[in-house]
């Protein structure tokens, strides 16, 4: 299937990240959600995370707001995932900085993502299945990485907050039935 691009306050939005996941046999995934809830920007992944550890799902959900996977235990908790969950795919949640035109978007798409990569920082790609919040605009000047930081730092709860609830929600329809 293609990759998906979904607004998040279109009101099937919801239903086109369920619709992506359906299309691969996730009956064996752990859900990986990135990010900290130290900045606000960097929050859609553990708030998804608590959002989804409260709806019962039949697969595991790592990374929420009192247990978040970040940039300090990601290479500890991939471990722990090959270990524990050795034939499980990771669908792996995560912010990101993008275009103005595409803050508000969540793309879902086959394949890793690579934590922190905006931000300056090198860490290793992680997922069989990613789902990324465009979360703000990223500069693209000489020192994009600390201004990249200084915007995932002063972006909009509220924002956050409702694209983590769409996608939470694609998560439950697509595993639900």
């Known amino acids: 299937m293609e990759d998906i691009c ?5 009101d099937r939005a919801h239903l086109k990240i369920s619709e992506f ?11 990986l959600c990135i ?32 247990n978040p996977v970040h940039a300090v235990n990601l290479r500890r908790t991939i471990s722990h995932i090959k270990t524990s969950y050795r034939d499980h795919r990771i669908i792996a949640i995560d912010a990101c900085l993008g ?18 990569r905006g931000v300056g920082k090198r860490l290793t790609h992680v997922g069989d299945y990613s789902i990324v919040g465009v979360v703000d605009e990223a500069v693209g000047s000489d020192d994009y990485e ?21 996608i939470a929600k694609g998560i439950y329809t697509a595993f639900r039935q």
Do not use: H, W
């Not at 996941?21 to 859900?31: A, F």
């Open 6 to 10: 979904a607004y998040y306050a279109d």
């Open 21 to 31: 996941l359906k299309q691969y046999s996730c009956d064996k995934c752990v859900i």
């Open 35 to 66: 990010g900290t809830d130290r900045f606000i920007g960097d929050c859609l992944g553990p708030l998804t995370g608590t959002l989804l550890s409260k709806l019962s799902l039949p697969v595991p959900v790592l990374g929420t707001l009192e």
């Open 99 to 116: 275009t103005s035109q595409s803050v508000g978007y969540i793309q879902v798409k086959e394949g890793s993502i690579q934590p922190g």
């Open 146 to 166: 600390y201004e990249n930081y200084l915007r995932i730092n002063n972006v909009r709860l509220g924002l956050v907050m409702k694209m983590s609830e769409t």
